[in-house]
């Protein structure tokens, strides 16, 4: 890593003696592209870069912190990683001396790729076959060496889908050094890892307060309030309103449940995103039908819900759950495609 | 014959005193699968329902001779469960659980793979021989028996397609669910092999989402190999980049994965694609 420091507000910069790169401590990627990277030459240009950074918006994120540091000698930059293939069920190592840009703009024949059998494991050899593709001096290539045993073990270690260095730079005194670097832990080992307080940075707030509520909830640009059953369904019934020209404003799985409470609660959600109308689309199974109408019926009164929801349910119980919902005068629906076409009507497009 | 099973397969279940899998492993009963025992750490000496022995370890299920297991026990104890299983020569596994952290299916299904095993799932609904036998969650009223197999990365969506096949007056040999992880232990190519060589099947069905790759190498496997006619549904047409659909691995990522690249894909092997779910029967026979 090369020399640097934090600061969160303009006092703390220290006196300028080197040329700086000046980079926004946010957890997204390419915010380079996104403007979230100054360069600084002289003292007057990192108190410039410095200012104009702090508290600039970086696509719905508030820069509170930049890091200033030295500017490297580079001399050529490389690129590392090492991630899930899910095709071979197996992590694979990338590697090319063509770093610095996102790996998926390279051709396939520019980049070295081992797949790795998770049982054997990582060993060095890997290293000297990237080496050698590479085209690195004996003395890189060592440095090399260390960072891709490492990188491999912080990947099995740390749950990760992704550990990457780009740029992997080679500076002009021979030293490999990590200018950039992004690991990306999966959420579902996150019971295993307590040294991390995780905040996906990509999730708004109401998509994280439902998923603290146990809803797996996304939030959309439209203006159709969406529950169903299933992450499948659910996905299938986004697909059909935007295919009639009805735009979703969430994605929510109720997932499967027989509880009146977690069908009720759902809608909480969905009404804070304000939606037009409402669609609750259910293929009964262990999720039972009358159930599903009951918490609507609940949530109606609940919330003193005034959008009009539509409600398809089939499967399990769903004569009894169309009756308890025809009694409180909610429309009711045996097919998804009738229920699409009403929602679609009712919320009349965007 | 069907796919992976039948009538003679023997079932254990681990976990089958828990909520989920109390209630699944008697549906089960039901549906005439042959549960031979079922395990739960301290609670060997039990019986479930009055007759399926219960055990507190894998091994001691071993003189009952099981072909196949169900595992519905918590997601940080999945590996363990699946380990005892290979260990134990369980030749088919079936993970139901969802939010197994992926590095832990790797390592189950590798193993599985070098002791000879088959994993299904994780986080898939289960795997019906309609019929015969019924491992996992799927509700039991909505098969029919009939000529049309089904592979699929989701559960409600599946039951949803079966469902419109029933009501079509068609009817299913084998359904299966291959899970919503990004690793899981059969991709479509695995069970398109078994599809092709079963003589109660027909015609295939593949219930496809967005995320990895899957999809597009199936549709270059079937151009080439399936001599069966195959149609698919592909969901997550609408889904935005980078967000996670529900299922672990329904995401696009870097603009691999899209519903676009898997429908394009499917086209060009000959392989109709549904617009809707319940369009699926119209482009069977």
Redesign the interface.
Known sequence: MPDGYVVENLNEVKAFTKPVVIKSQILLGGRGKSGGIKFAKTEADLKKGVSELLGSKIRDYTVSKVLIEEMIDIQKELYVSVT?D??S???IIMATSQGGV?I?TLPRENIFIKTV???LGYSDFMAREAIKFMGLSPEIGKQFTGILRKLYEIF?EK?C?LVEINPLVITGEGKLIAADAKVII????I??HKEFNVVDP?KTPLELEANAAGY?F?E?NGNIGVI?????????T??????HKGY?RN?L?LG?TDNVEIVAKAFEFVLKANPKAILVNI????TKCDTVATGIVEAKKRYKIAQQIVVRL???KEDEGRKILSDAGIEAFP???KAIERVVKIAGGN | MSSFVDEKTKVIVQGITGHQGSFHAGEMLKFGTKIVAGTSPGKGGSKFMDKVPVFDNVSETIHLKPDATMISVAAPYVKDAALEAIYSGIKIIYILTEHVPFHDSMEIVHNARRMGSIVLGPNGPGITAVGKCKIGIMPNKIFKKGKIAVASRSGTLTYEIVNAITEAGMGESTVIGLGGDPVVGMNYIDVLKEFEKDDETEEIVLVGEIGGSNEEIAARYIKDNVSKKVVAYITGRSAPQGKRMGHAGAIIEKGVGTAESKIKAFGEAGVKVAEYPVDIPSLLE
């Open positions: 899930l899910r095709t069920r197996s992590p996102e998926e059998d998770p049982i099995e749950d889908e999966d959420s579902d080992s019971f295993r990509e797996s996304i959309l169903a059953n299933g992450a499948g369904l659910t996905m299938a986004l697909d059909a309103l935007t295919l979703p994605f799985d499967g293929f009964g199974g262990v089939s499967g399990v097919g998804m495609m």
